[in-house]
């Protein structure tokens, strides 16, 4: 897997990946993380690569052509066009399904904007997928990238352990995770769920099953929807099927 990420801040797109899990999968050879720095694509004697928008108006705007031509770079090395995620407020809401189905790109490009925005005319050439990652304003698209690298990196094969993997996740079913604890079982007078301690692996596995739907209730009802419970759950833990 191939992550190429188009940015005005090379340095901190990879200090921030190449650390944990991720910097290990990179050393490994199972990932590929480039920053493209779009300043070196400038024709501009000062390197600049934003200007004042046409109509008027606050802040500068990132130009087309530096941004292209970073782009095409790319392009050119991979010999064909690939998907290339424009990081913006401005789209669809990132999900886990969606982390899964970047998954099976061989190559993906992230463009990350600056200032007030960028050129419409090089979003329309290059786009296919615009990204939010939530309904909150940020100064650029960078830390986005990276979140969405760290969330689809995850799901390539041979990235995490077997053991990292196997294990139940957040948003599995549409549920949450159940809560963990490991010793000691006494931490200052709070002691750990006794079911945990009984070895009775049928017990743990339906109680962490009802921490999970009791969670999901009560934070994040709007994903129960979604979620496959049984008839008696629905009934026991109330949740309404209308
Ligand atoms: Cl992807 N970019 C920026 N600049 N702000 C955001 C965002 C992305 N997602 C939420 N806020």
Redesign the pocket.
Known sequence: MRFYILTLFPEMVMSGLCTSIIGKAAEKGILDIEAVNIRDFTKDRHQKADDYPYGGGAGMVMQAQPIYDAYQSVAARLGRRPRTVY???Q?PVFTQRMAKELAREEALVFLC?HYEGVDERVLEEIVTDP???????????EL?AMVMVDAISRMVPGVLTNEESGAFESFEGNLLEYPQYTRPADWNGKMVPDVLLSGDHGRIGQWRREQSILRTKRYRPDLLEGAELTIKEKAVYGVNDW
């Open positions: 990081l913006t407020p789209g904007g990204v939010s990652i939530g309904d909150y304003v940020l100064t650029g698209g986005p």
